[in-house]
């Protein structure tokens, strides 16, 4: 079974920093892009950075310097560090995972909550 768990969220206050990560199990990890996306309320789903399988990140233009994607091939796992939380961070954040090759084969995760506020 292709599980894809994201774990870190939860309510911070502006200014904050958060970690979130996202174990992968049921696939060849190093087969695939990583990503992570958000959706805040009442908005479309949005790309935050990808990383390549050897590590090479890249980001969203408009969340450039924020945010930090890396991944673990040892540990099967893909992690977002937000600094300076903002309150338009606000959104539920999903781990995706895209085979190299096969564009037909992609894995989501459930997502996990961060919420921004005072």
């Known amino acids: 079974q292709v599980q894809l768990a994201e774990s870190g969220g939860g309510s911070v206050q502006p200014g904050g920093t958060l970690r979130l990560s996202c174990i992968v199990s049921g696939i060849t990890f190093t087969n695939y892009l990583m990503a992570w996306y958000r959706q805040a309320p009442g908005k479309e789903r949005e790309l935050v950075a990808t990383?390549?399988?050897?590590?090479?990140?890249n980001y969203a233009n408009s969340l450039e310097g924020r945010f930090t994607i890396s991944r673990d091939n040892a540990k099967n796992t893909v992690s977002l560090q937000i600094d300076r939380l903002k309150p338009e961070d606000t959104a539920v954040y999903y781990c995706?995972?895209?085979?190299?090759?096969?564009?037909?084969?992609?894995?989501w995760g459930q997502g996990t909550q961060v919420t921004v506020a005072s």
């Open positions: 990383i390549s399988r050897g590590g090479r990140p």
């Open positions: 995706k995972a895209d085979h190299v090759g096969v564009g037909s084969l992609f894995y």
